[in-house]
Nanobody
Framework: QAQLVESGGGSVQAGGSLTLSCQAS????????MGWFRQAPGKEREGVAA????????GYADSVRGRFTISRDAAEKKLYLQMTSLKPEDTAMYYC?????????????????WGQGTQVTVPS
């Protein structure tokens, strides 16, 4: 099993940057797909970015590619999402996830485990 705790959310002006962190625990961390999802008010939860095991390239949603970067610190069991050039449409609850699968275009789907979420707000 995996336990996930996010941090780093907040309110940031459009064009600004923010880095989310996810502290993972559980013995299978290194073998999991680890990713970030988000859910805006009134919208479905969507995959944003993921790291896949076995040397597979990271996957990003088209809406964030080139602006967001996913990374991990395996020794600390932490996952990060560096977000730059933030837009109002990036406003959402962001969730760390583990045990995801690689969907179309490399976007993560159907994770086995979720964190509790951290809010990111970019006022318009």
């Amino acid at each position: 099993q995996a336990q996930l705790v996010e941090s780093g959310g907040g309110s940031v002006q459009a064009g600004g940057s923010l880095t989310l962190s996810c502290q993972a625990s559980g013995s299978t961390y290194s073998t999991y797909c680890m990713g970030w999802f988000r859910q805006a008010p009134g919208k479905e939860r969507e995959g944003v970015a993921a790291l896949y095991p076995g040397g597979v390239s990271p996957g990003y949603a088209d809406s964030v590619r080139g602006r967001f970067t996913i990374s991990r610190d395996a020794a600390e069991k932490k996952l990060y999402l560096q977000m730059t050039s933030l837009k109002p449409e990036d406003t959402a609850m962001y969730y760390c996830a583990a045990g995801c699968r690689r969907g179309y275009g490399g976007v993560p789907v159907r994770p086995d485990y979720w964190g509790q979420g951290t809010q990111v707000t970019v006022p318009s």
